[in-house]
């Protein structure tokens, strides 16, 4: 969350003579980030963004108080000094307000004060600036004085017209279901169970609390009587309120991080002078202050040892107990324990719990530039192979050298490139109909990029990515890595052979493509298999299974669940002697029955003899094949009566198994 | 003796024949004719069965030595022909023929760099799931249900997915939820480099729903901020340059204590302050000391171990590389590509 404050602001909290560029770098390097300095005039505006686990820096006050801290250790003077104020005088006969608080713990600390004789006008124009500067409209000097405030130390209050409150009597509890209450920007705005509210003697709703100001009691030109409204609030409530009502405030946004109940008398004791020089405001009630749990003095100890394993430097608790005294710690060096303690100022009560908290303070204003820099030991690790990394790049690049561009899909899809919706995860909060339901296969997402790019004559992509194939409603699905090819170019036989290449690539040499039809988007399909474990597809799309796909030309497509296939990889090199003696080198020429697989013969060949060394076909035409054979022995030359029986029996389990016959020269 | 002397002619006549060859072709021709299936070599070693046994051997080694002349001979005259060809004129300025042309993604690349300068400091890599639980990516981080810091992540929730223990399931929205996911599975010491997909309910140019995150984690005894600093630095002039600078700001996350933000000095005006940049500075994300409630959470004894996590975007670092300033960073997965082939 950002904040912007004027520099000329800042200055009535902070005593220096560092200007805005260095305030600005010195700040964001020890504390809050200034993203943007803007020059206005004679002025500067710092917008800075504010850490949520900070909201004493929420306001100038805050920031003031961090760079009083901060500038001296870049040698540049500075001193906070604190705002003027005008105590609570005692009031005889004061002006009544009845307060019941249903629950303490929706309202830690409960403060009001009524101011009489009050004439609302336009606030002096340097206030309208200040206010303009930091992004808050002005109104008239009542508002102006609560959202001046709001910004000047971080408390958010709210005024009331004393006189539209009926009874003088509040009553501040959780709303029930469907009560209504219209707030200052004219919204009726229906209220949900747990929202704190405040209902005068009347019964009706006067503010939606910590958020906005109900319309019913709202200061308006004819207001004389002012009641404000100083608070903290349970932070979760406000969150939860804001969400379930879409609606948030700059107050809202301070309360949620939760604020400091000790700041909240001295911004009554701030508001008693602006009302009395703004709007010549008396003050004509008691201070009413309900607070039932006061803060507990809160300390914290940090070991010296600690210190140093987490800063990385030896470092002198003395020094470490000057940095959180400049920051409004108390501290107390335990030389016997070798630890210093520090109370907890209330500003930051919240924020500092654990020695960590502590270091953290110590360091940041010591200079995170001013430590050293080391690299982390190489002690050894637990082993894990990370071959799967390596794998997948492998592959990524092969397919890149091969002619194939890589590709990038969200892993959500629309309804219409998912095949059953039913058995798919589907997200609760989408942000678009274009991105809701994880995807289960990357085929779809292919053909989508392939229809998109119309301006390409051909196309070859892949894309390594999960798909997520749901488990049940208690466990997560089960994500699965896969490679998807898409070709407009090759044909099932070159997109084969770029699996074929790729598997060789992986040394892995058992495998099987076997005809399917189990993918229904498909025609032409073949399941591979790797020791008889399915591992993916590949086939031709069947375009009539995608309505809106518009291309014309024949699309390849192959996926397979990269993984398994990894499982197989072997990078085992063997060694064998080169052959002594020559091959012999045979080419037979074979006639096929119609709609024979060849895969089979060529193992059915391969089988018949150790002296075949390859089987290969070299030429192919109608059921014509011509085989190469390669015949090679380790230990001899080959010689005639060898071959022949080889011959012999290739030819008789030829004809036996697949009735292929050999082609006679007619 | 008379095989001899026809062995002798036999040879002299091939060596003539070979010389006076003017191409490649007349050469095979004369090579099959001497050393073809049915050559005159051939030829002479069917003598060799009636001779008697002392002069088989002395004529048959005789033969070899020839066709061994011969062979020789014959590839010495084809060297003659493609030296030929070699002094011929051709056009090199015409166009190669290229082998097929492909390309990675941008990201991949970055992937790839970003895990080898980690490796070199001994990070392991590791992967962890994109759908995750509550626990591990909010609750299990020190974000209780309701706490604002949570609202920093606009988190994408799955529909009818819950588990008792580990509360709903969501698209993860950083890396950070592998950090328990690696102190579960393995002992300090830990250099754990998670890069993964991750999601966030955002769409403009400065945001992907789904982008890339990097993620360090290092856990041993007595690491420190100076830890943090010196690996940042060496990442940072490993990826973008050794004339780049890095510095850590205060900043605040729920489970890291104290938590950084890191910066880069600005590659295109050197960090003297540009359009580009805050005052020579340029975000690259967040970091921090593992808080102790995490450690503890992922069963490590915070009196024991410190460490050091940060959490990147992919993109985001690719993106302050000088060259790469690409106006929306959803370009990067529309997949148009005209856009992919350029790199």
Redesign the interface.
């Known amino acids: 969350m950002n904040i912007l404050i004027s520099d000329s602001w800042l200055r009535d909290f902070l005593e220096t003579k560092a200007n805005p560029q260095q305030i600005a770098e010195y700040l964001s390097l020890c504390s809050q980030s200034v993203e943007k300095i803007t020059k206005e005039n004679q002025d500067f505006v710092y917008e800075i963004e504010i850490t949520s686990n900070r909201p004493d820096c929420f306001s100038v006050q805050g920031i003031a108080r961090e760079l009083a801290c901060i500038l001296p250790r870049f040698g540049i003077p500075a001193k906070f000094k604190e705002p003027p104020v005008k105590e609570t005088p005692p009031v005889k006969n004061g002006l009544p307000l009845e307060v019941k608080i249903s629950n303490y713990d929706l309202c830690p600390r409960f403060t009001a004060i009524v101011y009489d004789n009050i004439t609302v006008k336009p606030s002096p124009s340097w206030v309208q600036k200040r206010l303009i500067q930091s992004g808050i409209r002005a109104l008239n000097n009542v508002v102006d004085i609560s959202n001046y405030l709001m910004i000047e130390l971080g408390q958010p209050m709210h005024t009331f017209d004393y006189d539209k409150i009926l009874k003088h009597k509040m009553i501040l509890r959780e709303a029930k279901e469907g009560e209504e209450i219209i707030t200052l920007d004219g919204q009726k705005r229906k209220l949900k169970e747990g929202i704190i509210i405040i209902e005068d003697g009347e019964g009706r709703i006067i503010d939606l609390c910590g958020i906005m100001g109900g319309k019913n009691s709202e200061t308006d030109e004819n207001t004389k009587r002012v009641l404000l409204f100083v608070q903290t609030y349970n932070p979760t409530k406000i969150r939860k309120a804001c969400q379930a009502l879409s609606f948030r405030t700059e107050a809202a946004n301070r309360f949620e991080k939760g604020l400091d109940p000790e700041g909240v008398i001295p911004a009554i004791k701030r508001a008693n002078l602006l009302f009395e020089e703004w709007c010549e405001g008396k003050v004509a009630s008691q201070l009413f202050d309900i607070y039932p749990h006061p803060q507990k003095p809160k300390n914290v100890s940090v070991s010296q040892k600690h210190i140093e394993k987490i800063m990385g430097i030896k470092f002198p608790l003395e020094e470490a107990a000057k940095i959180l005294e400049s920051l409004g710690f108390k501290t107390t060096i335990e030389t016997k324990k070798e630890s210093l303690c520090a109370q907890i100022p209330h500003f930051r009560y919240d924020d500092v719990n654990i020695p960590e908290d502590l270091i953290e303070e110590i360091a940041r204003i010591y200079g995170y530039h001013n430590l050293p820099n080391f690299l982390p030991p190489l002690a050894p690790l637990d082993f894990q192979s990370e071959s799967n990394f390596e794998y997948e790049s492998k592959i990524k690049t092969a397919l890149k050298y091969w002619g194939f561009t890589e590709t990038a899909s969200y892993s959500l899809v629309s309804e219409n490139l998912i095949s059953d919706k039913n058995a798919s995860l589907k997200l609760a909060n989408p942000l678009t109909e274009d991105l809701l339901y994880l995807r289960k296969s990357l085929i779809p997402s292919l053909l989508k990029i392939a229809q998109e790019n119309p301006q390409e004559e051909k196309i070859n992509i892949f894309e390594i990515a999960n798909v997520y194939l749901p488990k049940g409603k208690t466990s997560l699905p089960d994500e699965r890595m896969k490679l998807g090819i898409l070709s407009s170019e090759k044909n099932f036989f070159q997109l084969k052979g770029v699996l074929e290449l790729l598997l060789y690539e992986l040394g892995i040499k058992n495998y099987q493509f076997s005809p399917s039809q189990k993918q229904q988007y498909l025609v032409k399909e073949a399941t591979i298999t790797l020791n008889s474990q399915e591992v993916g597809y590949l086939g031709e799309i069947n375009h009539s299974a995608f309505p809106w796909l518009t291309l014309q030309k024949p699309l390849f497509v192959l996926e397979v669940d990269l993984l398994t296939l990894i499982s197989f990889a072997n990078k085992e090199k063997k060694y064998l002697p080169l052959p002594k003696y020559p091959p012999i080198i045979e080419d037979f020429c074979f006639v096929f029955p119609p709609q024979t697989f060849v895969g089979p013969v060529l193992e059915e060949i391969q089988k018949i003899s150790p002296l075949i060394a390859s089987v290969k076909i070299i030429d192919s035409y109608a059921n014509t094949k011509t085989f190469r054979l390669v015949f090679q022995s380790r230990e001899k030359n080959l010689e005639e009566k060898e071959l022949s029986p080889i011959r012999e029996k290739i030819l008789t389990h030829l004809k036996n198994k697949f009735k292929i016959t050999l082609k006679t020269n007619q | 003796m008379m095989l001899n002397d026809q062995i002798n002619n036999l040879k002299n006549e091939a060596l003539g024949e070979i010389l006076e060859s003017q191409t490649k072709e007349e050469l095979e021709k004369v090579r099959s004719l001497f050393l073809g299936k049915s050559g005159k070599i051939r030829e002479l070693t069917k003598n060799l069965k009636d001779l008697p046994p002392e002069e088989k051997v002395s004529i048959g080694k005789k033969i070899n030595e020839t066709k061994k002349a011969i062979e020789s001979a014959i590839a010495e005259q084809a060297k003659k022909f493609t030296a030929q060809k070699q002094s011929s004129w051709i056009d090199v300025t015409a166009p190669g023929e290229k ?7 941008l ?2 690349e970055a992937i ?1 760099e970003i ?1 080898s300068i980690f490796a070199r ?2 990070f ?4 962890y ?5 509550d626990w591990y990516a909010f609750e299990g981080l020190n974000m209780s249900k ?1 706490h ?2 949570r609202d920093e992540w606009e988190t ?9 223990k580990y509360g709903k ?1 969501i ?1 993860t929205p950083h890396t950070s939820s592998g950090q328990l996911r690696e102190m579960e599975k ?2 300090p ?3 754990m480099i998670n890069i993964a ?1 991750c ?1 966030r ?3 403009d140019v400065s945001h992907s ?2 982008f890339y995150q990097f993620e360090g984690l ?1 856990i ?1 005894k ?6 943090l ?3 940042l ?2 990442f940072v002039r490993n990826f973008f340059g050794p004339e780049r600078k890095t ?6 996350f729920q489970f890291t ?5 890191v910066d880069v000095s600005c590659g295109l005006c050197q960090g003297k302050g540009c359009r580009f940049c ?2 020579g500075w340029l975000e690259l994300g967040g970091s921090g ?1 593992v ?2 409630k995490v450690l503890e959470n992922g069963g490590i004894d915070p009196k024991i171990y ?1 460490g050091f996590a940060f959490g990147w975007g992919v993109e985001r670092t690719l993106m302050m590389k000088k060259g790469l300033q690409i106006e929306d960073i959803r370009l ?2 529309t ?4 856009f ?2 350029q790199f």
């Not at chain 2, 082998?99 to 993604?105: N, W």
């Not at chain 2, 799931?129 to 639980?133: A, D, Q, R, S």
């Not at chain 2, 994408?156 to 008792?164: C, H, S, Y």
């Not at chain 2, 997949?335 to 005209?338: G, I, Q």
């Open positions: 082998p097929a042309e492909g390309h990675l993604h990201v991949t790839q895990s400091l001994g392991k890599r590791s992967r799931p994109e759908v995750e639980w309701n604002p810091a994408f929730f799955i529909e009818d997915l819950e588990n008792e399931g698209l393995f002992k010491p830990i250099r997909k999601y309910r955002q769409s729903p789904m290092v041993d007595n690491i420190s901020i100076a830890h600093k010196g690996t630095d060496f510095r850590i700001r205060p900043f605040h204590e104290p938590s950084f933000e805050k005052a000391m808080h102790p410190s990067l997965y997949n148009d590509l005209r992919l082939k």
